[in-house]
């Protein structure tokens, strides 16, 4: 079976990169303002969030589902898009990101299906008490690591070869699935196994809540920090605008919330939503100003050669116009001067051409 990365080394044979995909392409100055304008929103809303994070809200259960659902279509349609880039980049950075978003794609369900209240009282597939809170905290580790290894090797020349890179993109998913998978179980079967973060389907334990939402917050901002200092494409720029998000809804979600339900919880998870969404709003933007602009390339490419058909057919009418004819293999020149000579070539007698 063919490995995940085969890289290829960097040397002349190496295609120029290109510079029209959003893992490469540096962001305008416009862009980085519509960035700072999101986060700077993201930012009011959460203070807004915080100064009511205790108050309760009636428990609607069917936004669990419904905003879950959300996330899971979000985050498979932004691992294709990313997928994609990386077959035509091949940066081993990319396949590690698009993977650590079907990972978090795929942690949504068992999250989803063991809340408690959603689908039955205690939730599916034998969950305990903790484990809707345990599989919370893997699925917001996982893709906050990827982004940090997608991070430290976007700038390495670290390729697949063109020839794997279809294949190694295959093969991650099943990997990913494996993953999730032991999460699962261990959040369920080895549920009695881990401490206790909630006290009821409700109520947060508050004596685990510091180091239980420091290590979440730790892995999101370690993600924000190593990224803003090593940003480069477009690609980059939205990734921290997540990051942003995940910082902001962490600290909603796990240090600020004392109960599920109430306008913290809410909040944060608006936020999860906000973060997945950012990065496929912008590959989707990108990706449709991409197809405007070779559109636009190919009507003008269609218009330039159509001028320049034109063009050449009135060229060529005008040269045989100018140009010898030839009648019977005979040269015929249409000129005032040298009749005699002209007669002679072409057996002129009169009103008619004859050959002899």
Known sequence: MSSVADLAPSDAAQPTEPNFLLATLPPTAGQRRLAYTVAIILLVVF???????DIQLPR?????????????????????????QFIIVGHLA???LASGYIFSALMVIPYTLTFPGVFAPTGL?????????????????????????????????????????????????PIVIAMVIGAALLCTVGDFLLPKIMLDSVRVNLSVRTWYGGVLQLVSILALAILFLRRRSMLDLWLNVMSFAWVLELLLGTTFVTARFSVGWYGSRIFALTAAVTVLLVLLSETTTLYAHL??????TARGTRNAADRDGHDGGVNRSRNP???GGNDVEYRDGDRTAFKSRTGYRGSEVRVD
């Not at 203070?47 to 994070?53: M, S």
């Not at 599989?135 to 090797?153: C, K, N, Q, R, S």
């Open 47 to 53: 203070v807004l969030g915080a100064l009511f994070k």
């Open 60 to 84: 609607v259960d069917a936004f669990i589902p419904i905003l879950q659902t959300a996330i899971l279509f979000n985050d498979v349609i932004t691992a294709a898009l990313l997928y994609s």
């Open 94 to 96: 990319l396949l590690i």
């Open 125 to 173: 597939l034998g969950a305990g008490l903790q484990s809707t809170a345990w599989l919370y905290f893997f699925w917001h580790t996982g893709l906050p690591l990827a982004v940090i290894a997608y991070a430290l090797l976007k700038d390495m020349d670290q390729r697949v070869s063109l020839s794997r890179r279809a294949n190694s993109a295959v093969l991650s998913i």
């Open 295 to 300: 559109a636009s390339i190919e009507r003008k």
């Open 325 to 327: 004819s030839t009648i």
